[in-house]
């Protein structure tokens, strides 16, 4: 006759179930990056905007003076877009060129 304890094992938890992990994330926005002056002849109205102190109404007129008038001769031709006077002008110098027409 046995009159000892007997030890027996707790059974093994099942693996819990994996739980997607979430981390708090904070989004900044991406600056605009140019790989250098944007070309005026050939620049669409979105890439405008994108430049200090041109939003969508003078980037479609930038666009509106060049399918109108012809290719920019010169940066110096902004300012006979409407709404773009000497002070926009001085901060788009180092910004833009004048290409050759697309």
Do not use: C, H
């Amino acid at each position: 006759m046995y009159a000892g304890l007997r030890w027996i094992p707790p059974r093994p938890r099942p693996p819990a179930a994996e739980q997607p992990l979430e981390v708090p994330a904070v989004v900044l926005p991406v600056g605009f990056v140019e790989a250098g002056p944007l070309d005026l002849n050939r620049a669409t109205a979105a890439e405008l905007e994108r430049l200090p102190g041109i939003g969508p109404v003078l980037a479609r007129r930038i666009v509106e003076w060049r399918e109108t008038y012809g290719p920019f001769r010169s940066v110096q031709d902004l300012l006979k877009v409407p709404g773009i006077g000497p002070k926009t002008l001085e901060g788009l110098l180092d910004k833009v060129t004048v290409g050759s027409p697309p």
